[in-house]
């Protein structure tokens, strides 16, 4: 048993030995073949950080203010009959395009045709009598005149009575008027071009001048105009730039993406609201595609003005700290310096700086987060930042624009904000 135990104590121990001498064996074959060397310590060398620059430039910069508002009809009209009758014809198609003046609808004109007979026929009955009067105060006159064969109290009797008959001729000439008008109003016309709605009332009906609900509604898309509201502290700003100037305005879709028209601003409203401290604007638009609709909700820009020459950045290169706005510049020798900025006012992704920066540096415009005053980084310039249509310069141009903008163009996007020209207060 004793001899046992011993032959598998020695086996165990030849088994733990080949084990060693294999794992001996693989740690030479791999410090061998790696070429280990005595690892030295590391000099402490500044690291570089990867940003995204942008130049400084100087361009045409507009400055838009934007409101919420909603489309209205140039003129909307309920056309209404102005007289009782059937209603025998209809004259348009829903949807249709009509011109001022163009026929609608046709009431049963024979009642009014006989009114205007039987007026006509009293008319020439009383017209025959005041000839008669008339003669008659003739010849009592000449009577009068020559022969003294009457008195003068009947030649004065003669004459009111003449004059009595005219009155009635006067009065019969108005009732034929009157009945020539009624029949007129049988006639229905357009009283404004524009669309039509949906008819309100079928043929064969009986209409009326005291009916609460019109036949049809006619709103006149071309043009059309825009209500909006802009804070009652911009409203002076906008009133000043009126007196200059004709001041543009563009409509948006609801999403604010898509410009559907171009107009101008019409005019102010004479008092604020007091529950929002807004005050209400109109613009007019002439809608030659038919974009805008009546109740339609739009996003309206006012071109305030348009600066020149302005030195704007990326808006994502301003920093937001303690002691207020800073940009990230970048110097000659690849570091980064720390300056103050004063914000003018931020149009998309456009901030225009008042000071701090000039159209010769360059700004980080991303990575500011790994970086602190006097940091070493490898700039990539950033991809061409474009200012709203029409500027006459990018954002990577240096050089001072030499068109004025004709139009808001695409912000990228951003928020969409404006402020006067000091405060530094954006618009809603």
């Known amino acids: 048993m004793s001899d046992c135990l011993l032959k598998a104590e020695q086996e165990f121990r030849r088994k733990i030995f080949a084990a060693g001498l294999a794992l001996l064996f693989a740690g030479f074959t791999a410090c061998s073949g790696s ?33 919420l508002g909603s489309v209205t009809a140039f003129y909307t009209v309920g056309v209404k009959s102005r007289i009782d009758g059937q209603l025998t014809e209809i004259k348009f198609r829903e949807g249709e395009f009509v011109n001022k003046g163009d026929l609608l609808a046709v009431i049963d004109p024979r009642p009014y045709q006989v009114q205007l007979e039987q007026a006509q026929a009293t008319l020439f ?19 009068l005149t020559d022969s003294g064969a009457v008195s003068q109290q009947q030649v004065d009797t003669q004459k009111t009575t003449a004059d009595q008959l005219e009155g009635t001729v006067r009065n019969d000439q108005a009732l034929v008027n009157n009945a020539k008008l009624n ?45 909006f509201t802009l804070p009652e502290d911009q409203l002076q700003t906008v009133s000043r ?13 609801r999403d604010d993406q898509t410009k559907l028209a171009t107009g101008k601003l019409l005019t102010i409203d004479n008092q604020i ?12 638009f002439d809608n030659k595609d038919n974009q805008l609709w009546p109740n339609q909700f739009v996003n309206v820009h006012l071109l305030l ?17 303690p002691q207020g706005n800073y940009v990230y510049v970048v110097k000659p020798d690849k570091t980064v310096e720390v300056r103050e900025v004063n914000i003018a006012t931020t149009e998309g992704n456009v901030a225009q700086i008042a000071g701090g920066v000039s159209p010769s540096d360059t700004v980080v415009t ?15 310039q950033q991809v061409a930042t474009q200012p709203p249509a ?8 240096s050089a001072p624009a030499t068109a004025p903008p004709q139009g808001r163009g695409n912000h990228g996007g951003g928020p969409r904000t404006s402020g006067t020209s000091n405060s530094g207060i954006p618009s809603r």
């Open 305 to 321: 003005e348009t600066r020149k020459n302005a030195t704007v950045i990326p808006s994502a290169a301003v920093q937001h700290g």
């Open 35 to 67: 070429k280990c060397l005595p690892a030295f310590p590391r000099a402490n060398v500044p690291q570089t950080v990867q940003v995204a620059v942008a130049p400084v430039g100087q361009q045409y910069l507009p400055i838009y203010l934007s409101g």
């Open 390 to 397: 029409g500027t006459g310069a990018s954002l990577n141009s």
């Open 273 to 284: 609201d007091q529950t929002t401290g807004t005050g209400r604007l109109k613009a007019v």
């Open 183 to 227: 029949l007129s109003y049988c006639h229905i016309t357009a009283p404004e071009s524009g669309r039509i709605g949906l008819r309100q009332v079928d043929p064969g009906n009986m209409v009326h001048a005291s009916d609460a609900n019109p036949i049809l509604v006619i709103t006149q898309l071309q043009p059309i105009t825009a209500l």
């Open 241 to 253: 730039q009126m007196r200059k100037s004709t001041l543009p305005v563009e409509a948006y879709s």
């Open 125 to 143: 009955k009383d017209q025959a009598s005041l000839r008669d009067a008339q003669l008659n105060y003739q010849r009592y006159k000449s009577l």
């Open 366 to 380: 991303d990575g500011q987060d790994k970086l602190q005053n006097g940091s070493r980084v490898e700039p990539h």
